[in-house]
């Protein structure tokens, strides 16, 4: 069992990673403070982890929230259904929300956690990769607009991250690459030495090894807690966790909430913020090659759906939330381990971006 921290003064938190740490009482029971506990899932993981952690919550009461699987389900509509219940089974200010799930359900109730008669406290206890290394820590909440990613949300801290690595197990393939994106982006944006250690480790990764899917969890939960502790709202630093976002949103929405994942779009946004880092002169083609070739790795795209033209993805960036004063700014790298934000770079290299050849670029990777 590990524990770390997520230093923001009154709001700091703890996060646990650990084997079975579901079971265990004394991870969960000190961060809830009344009688009653919501516990928000879905009809996906309900039936693999909803008992295992009622037992854990004995003595509670626990009314369940049980929502429709899947991204296009993060909506106004499903996040009324966890108000419907909270108000059904006379939740008050002292209840506590617990996201049970991937990165959908654990936006969606901390969302609900924030606007429940103004707040109440809640947990998150993530069972996908992609939410034990990402979405679970930091406190972005929200959820999707037809018209862009994550458009109506709030910054909203957990009392606790509870992370059970077992819980990978019954993961599908498909969703643990997805969850791969967001750990390879930390080795892209800050940390260098580990993007050489995902190079060792892919196949073990992706082959559920429990000590590289540890170590791997835990040093991205370390960079997120860093980075999160020093710019809480995305003032600053903070921004660089969106590297690849802007255009993935883009990929996310346009296709089709659920039909591209959340890290497939990241995986595929991220190239072409390579390939526009290139373009620049700051990303060395052997550099951007050498990522790539980890993306694809990992069972991840590398190229962008040949359905979206320039303006399909203008159209979607334009309303991006790093755009400040009408002015688009883009997460690049100055080189691998070194991300920078910024909106300094000319709107033809851009356009170029956007149209370059990618299927190519993949071409060249090799198997
Ligand atoms: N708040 C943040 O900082 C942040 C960061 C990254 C991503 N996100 C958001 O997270 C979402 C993506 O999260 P995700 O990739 O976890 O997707 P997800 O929540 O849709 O979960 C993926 C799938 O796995 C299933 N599942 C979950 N746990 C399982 C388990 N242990 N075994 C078997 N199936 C399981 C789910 O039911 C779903 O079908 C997106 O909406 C994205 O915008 C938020
Ligand atoms: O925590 C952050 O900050 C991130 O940007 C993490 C991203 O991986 C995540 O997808 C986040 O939800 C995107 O935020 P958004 O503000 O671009 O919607
Ligand atoms: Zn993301």
Redesign the pocket.
């Known amino acids: 069992m590990r524990t770390l921290n997520v230093n923001l003064g009154e709001r700091s938190y703890p996060i646990f990673i650990g084997q079975d740490v579901l079971s265990q009482q004394q991870y969960i029971l000190p961060y809830i403070k009344g009688r009653k506990v919501a516990v928000v899932t879905n009809e996906t993981v309900a039936p693999l982890y909803l008992e295992k952690l009622k037992a854990t919550l004995q003595g509670k009461e626990v009314t369940a929230v049980v929502l429709p699987d899947g991204e296009r389900y993060k909506t106004w509509e499903v996040l009324q259904k966890i108000f419907d219940a909270l108000l059904e089974d006379k939740h008050d200010r002292a209840t506590t929300i617990i996201a049970l799930g991937g990165?959908v359900i654990g936006?969606m109730a901390g969302f609900a956690a924030a606007c429940y008669q103004r707040g109440v406290d809640f947990i998150q206890v993530p069972t996908t990769l992609?939410s034990q290394v990402?979405?679970s820590?930091?406190?972005?909440t929200?959820i999707n607009h037809p018209l862009g990613?994550?458009?109506v949300?709030a910054f909203y801290q957990p009392k606790a991250v509870v992370i059970d690595t077992s819980s990978l197990v019954t993961l599908p393939e498909r969703e643990l690459s997805a969850g791969l994106a967001?750990v390879i982006?930390y080795g892209l944006i800050c940390d260098e030495p580990f993007l050489v250690r995902l190079e060792e480790s892919i196949d073990q990764l992706r082959l559920l090894d429990q000590s590289k899917l540890s170590e791997a969890i835990e040093r991205s939960c370390a960079a997120?807690a860093d980075?999160?502790g020093a710019d809480e709202r995305?003032s600053g630093i903070?921004?660089t966790?969106?590297l690849g976002?802007?255009f993935?949103?883009a990929i996310e929405a346009h296709q089709g909430y659920g039909s591209w994942l959340?890290g497939e779009a990241?995986a595929a946004g991220t190239a072409m913020a390579l390939e526009m880092s290139c373009r620049l002169g700051w990303l060395s083609r052997d550099d951007q090659i050498r990522a790539l070739r980890l993306f694809k790795r990992a069972g991840l795209p590398v190229v962008p759906p040949a359905s979206m033209s320039p303006d399909d993805f203008m159209k979607y960036m334009a309303v991006?939330?790093?755009v400040l004063d009408g002015q688009l700014r883009l997460v690049l790298l100055k080189r691998l381990g070194e991300a920078v934000v910024t909106s300094d770079f000319p709107y033809d290299t851009l356009k170029q971006t956007l149209s370059a050849d990618y299927q190519a670029l993949a071409e060249q990777l090799g198997d």
Request: charged share 35%; glycine share 18%.
């Open positions: 990165g936006d992609l990402d979405s820590v930091g406190g972005k929200g990613k994550n458009m949300g967001e982006k997120k980075v999160v995305e903070r921004a966790l969106n976002h802007t993935g949103h959340h990241v991006d939330k790093k």
